[in-house]
């Protein structure tokens, strides 16, 4: 297409100055580079992600009658030969210490064991039913069926396919033995924390049909039960449990997607467990899947437009 110019001997433009050429691609370097960051920084925090899990050391919290983590390095160092460094560990551990899951064969014979657990039913949307003010401390305060349709009333029924999480604020007193357990002796007469009512459970078997339950104190099951009755209720029909579960505060009611990540150990009935949630509105509010999309479309638009003006002008 041949420019319109104000006279027949004015000579066509082919290109810019030397200075504004030097300008526009210092300006889309410069575009480009913060497009970029974004880009990147996108992928790193803006999933919205939370983990729901303690760290595994030497003070990590087991069931009292187990053994606690060993973790022994067996070689640190550098290969005196080979220049380069190495390191490598052994463990040893009970399956029911830390942040972990209760298959559903720790109390229910014939029912699912930790590897047998779907995906289905490991990656799923939470509830989280919050009595953390009504423990304020206390650890006699065991959740019942009233919490749950008292809940209900607020944010509906709790979905099918769900994972219910009770949240009662125990996990600010990790690891300290005295306070989150009640006692320093791993002594289990001397067990004291909150936990979920059998009553809770039955209304829970009986009513809705969650995948799983956990909370943020060492037992689903009140401390000196004679009779292990929400453990045993929830796990006759596979619900599995996840107890030690962290930072719950962090959590919304309801909208978060949880993905429980057990060792996945064959006929084990529990294993230890990374747990980790995200949250809503890490898409939907700028979260790393729109920014990944915007920002490659705005990189490519950009370098597009810079090579089309230096071309074309
Ligand atoms: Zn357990």
Same mark, same amino acid.
């Given at each position: 297409?041949?420019?319109?110019?104000?006279?027949?001997?004015?000579? %066509?433009?082919?290109?810019?100055?030397?200075?504004?050429?030097? *300008?526009?691609?210092?300006?889309?370097?410069?575009?480009?580079?913060?497009?970029?960051?974004?880009?990147?920084?996108? #992928?790193?925090? #803006?999933?919205?992600?939370?983990?729901?899990?303690?760290?595994?050391?030497? &003070?990590?919290? =087991?069931?009292?009658?187990?053994?606690?983590?060993?973790?022994?390095? &067996? =070689?640190?160092? &550098?290969?005196?030969?080979?220049?380069?460094? =190495?390191?490598?560990?052994?463990?040893?551990?009970? &399956?029911?210490? /830390?942040?972990?899951?209760?298959?559903?064969?720790? *109390?229910?014979?014939?029912?699912?064991?930790?590897?047998?657990?779907?995906?289905?039913?490991?990656?799923?949307?939470?509830?989280?039913?919050?009595?953390?003010?009504?423990?304020? /401390?206390?650890?006699?305060?065991?959740?019942?069926?009233?919490?749950?349709?008292?809940?209900?009333?607020?944010?509906?029924?709790?979905? #099918? %396919?769900? !994972?219910?999480?009770?949240?009662?604020?125990?996990?600010? *007193?990790?690891?300290?033995?005295?306070?989150?357990?009640?006692?320093?002796? $791993?002594?289990?007469?001397?067990?004291?924390?909150?936990?979920?009512?059998?009553?809770?459970?039955?209304?829970?078997?009986?009513?809705?049909?969650?995948?799983?339950?956990?909370?943020?104190?060492?037992?689903? #099951?009140?401390?000196?039960?004679?009779?292990?009755?929400?453990?045993?209720?929830?796990?006759?029909?596979?619900?599995?449990?996840?107890?030690?579960?962290?930072?719950?505060?962090?959590?919304?009611?309801?909208?978060?997607?949880?993905?429980?990540?057990?060792?996945?150990?064959?006929?084990?009935?529990?294993?230890?467990?990374?747990?980790?949630?995200?949250?809503?509105?890490?898409?939907?509010?700028?979260?790393?899947?729109?920014?990944?999309?915007?920002?490659? !479309?705005?990189?490519?638009?950009?370098?597009?437009?810079? !090579?089309?003006?230096?071309? $074309?002008?």
């Amino acid at each position: 297409m041949v420019p319109i110019l104000s006279g027949s001997s004015a000579p %066509r433009r082919r290109g810019l100055k030397p200075a504004h050429q030097s *300008f526009l691609i210092w300006h889309v370097l410069v575009v480009s580079y913060f497009l970029f960051n974004s880009f990147t920084k996108g #992928d790193q925090t #803006d999933l919205n992600i939370v983990d729901l899990s303690h760290v595994f050391d030497n &003070t990590t919290i =087991y069931w009292v009658t187990e053994p606690t983590l060993k973790l022994n390095v &067996t =070689y640190n160092g &550098t290969s005196p030969d080979k220049n380069y460094w =190495y390191q490598k560990e052994e463990i040893s551990a009970a &399956t029911h210490g /830390g942040t972990h899951l209760d298959a559903p064969c720790h *109390f229910a014979k014939g029912r699912w064991c930790v590897s047998d657990i779907p995906l289905t039913h490991l990656v799923v949307p939470a509830v989280v039913v919050d009595i953390s003010s009504e423990v304020n /401390g206390n650890p006699d305060v065991h959740l019942s069926s009233n919490h749950l349709i008292e809940w209900e009333k607020i944010h509906g029924h709790i979905p #099918d %396919r769900s !994972l219910l999480l009770i949240y009662t604020g125990w996990s600010r *007193f990790w690891p300290d033995l005295l306070n989150y357990t009640g006692t320093e002796e $791993r002594d289990k007469s001397q067990l004291k924390f909150p936990s979920i009512q059998p009553e809770a459970a039955s209304w829970l078997v009986a009513n809705r049909k969650i995948v799983g339950i956990g909370l943020d104190t060492m037992s689903v #099951d009140i401390p000196n039960s004679t009779f292990p009755g929400t453990h045993v209720t929830l796990m006759e029909k596979n619900i599995y449990a996840l107890e030690n579960v962290n930072n719950l505060q962090l959590m919304p009611p309801t909208g978060a997607t949880v993905f429980v990540m057990p060792m996945n150990l064959k006929g084990a009935s529990g294993a230890p467990c990374r747990i980790f949630a995200q949250l809503p509105g890490g898409m939907a509010s700028g979260g790393a899947g729109y920014v990944t999309f915007g920002s490659s !479309l705005a990189l490519i638009l950009a370098v597009a437009v810079g !090579l089309l003006t230096l071309t $074309r002008t």
